[in-house]
């Protein structure tokens, strides 16, 4: 699959910049192309380049000027897109140059015209090496080589700003068989950015790439998927997935870490992606997609899609899987999707319907989920439900991430919730409606868990083994710190003798969080009051200061519910016999949470 992107704007929204879009996909491959991978090889029929091609136009369509999409779609996929079929041209060499010269004749048109071009190029389906020298991204009779990708492409569209996406077997000495015979060429994926993308850009710097180029693996298409595993990623992130910060604009860094993200779990090599990826040289925060592009009344928002939800994948009527998020605790995303008869949210608490109104909004927490249907898979599509989209996404997952990429520039987080265009006349508003509320930007405001559990600790009472207690508490959930806060009744007893605890606490903690497992460590303060008993003698009370260094941890047992432990070396000041005293009380707890 290769793409070529251009920083896209809708010519209503932007009357200053024009989306044009060529878009092709192939399932069959040439002979030439084929016999050229080895002696007598065939190489098998893909089954869902055409549904690649087609749910990529889709996307493209509402916002470019002019989309061309070269596929020949089979009969499953025809039923799934029946008005493309109206607009789609076979994917030859012929259809090829017949698109480019008159996407060359806009972009022209926009230069003298002043305004500013964008170009979207899309190619899915197979690939191979030919004569044994130059990679061929194959068409119906021939192949896409460097040379035709630069001189008969790139040459003559020459749009402002180009996003160079590729995912295929061959794509310049990237070799990444989608298919399941063809011979694999190692490639160390260092290599592959230098001979791809270095190469490409050195010669165009106005074009950025994204490279899907892992090393081993023999198919990167998956039934569940109806797609190549990397366009549904990459759509997966343009709806909104990808959108870290939250500004309705995805830069490349975004998507990249996004698409790291998704594959990073993936054990099993034949279904791992590894992705190589640089902006432009000419702006390297450019604008890969705008949420704000398109038609307003084709679309519907769903907002506020929390990471405590798992795992989310969002599909229509028809069975087609639009996208997969997995967030960060602490993490909302917004979706843009198609505004279909139906649209059917799968999460860790079930599956929901809903049934969206043109134009309209949902709230995520508004939806009510129920048992979800099963689907049976096969040991790679296993592999592939383990593994991919199994890392959370989110700020704390891109800041690692993009840190180790020194070609990008990272986006900025702003401490509001940025509104991005509410209901223009010809553009979708993705943003968050003014009346949500927005995210925790503030330590004080950060989500947390509730805490309840038993516990143990020391007495002061040197007769008293130890006593028993009840806790009662909040913790932060978000990476990072935040404040905690806890309520402590203990109580202890032997013949003749009893004691009673109550303490409140507060303090600070800084967190951190490895897929569903969340660890702690802080300092709390507190005051509170003890009681001993001794029999026939009256009661005595005291006041009550304590101190202590905290660590706990949590494991979650569902999207809100979760089992905690935590230990605390509690220092104690009180009064007794008159006098001033000090101790040490170390005290255990346990107990189960749940995220409010």
Known sequence: MLALAVDPGTTEAAPDRRVHALIIGNNQVPPAVSEAVGPGAVLDSLQFADDDAAAFFELISAVSYDAHLLTVMDRDTQTLYPRLTAVARPPSLKALRAAVTAIAAEIEDDR??????????????????????????????????????????????????VHLLVDACHAESVVRPRDTRAETVTVAAADAQALLVRSTLARFPHVGAIVAAAGNTQSHEWDVLRHGVFTHELLSGLRGAADVNRDGKIEYSELYAFLGAANRDVADARARLAVVARPPDVDRRSVVWDLNWGRH??????????????????????????????????????????????LYVRASMGEARLAPKPGGSIAFDSLTFGKPTERARGSLGDALQRGLFASEFGPSYYNGFVDQAADFVPVTFPTTTPILAADPPAAMAIAVDAAEPAPPSKPWRRPLRLMAG????????????????????????APGGGWLASLDLLRASRAGLAESRIVVSGGWAWMTRKRSFSGWAGAVLGGGAIAQEVAGDATHWSGLLMAAPTVGGSLDLSSRLGAWIEGELLVLGLRRDGSSASMLAPAAWLGLSLAL
């Open 454 to 477: 038993v516990g143990a600790s020391s007495t002061v009472a040197r007769e008293l083994d130890g006593s028993a207690g009840l806790r009662l508490g909040v913790r932060p959930v």
């Open 297 to 342: 009344d084709r679309v519907v928002r769903l907002t506020r899609v929390p990471g405590r939800a798992g795992l989310v994948r969002i599909e229509d009527g028809a069975g087609r899987l639009l996208v997969s998020f997995h967030g960060e605790a602490g993490f909302d995303a917004d979706f843009l999707l198609p505004a279909s008869a139906g």
């Open 112 to 161: 003298r015209s002043g305004r500013r071009s964008t170009l979207f190029v899309f190619f899915s389906g197979h690939g191979a090496v030919v004569d044994g020298q130059s990679a061929a991204l194959a068409l119906l009779d021939g192949g896409i080589t460097q040379q035709v990708l630069y001189d008969e492409i790139l040459d003559p569209l020459a749009a402002d700003t």
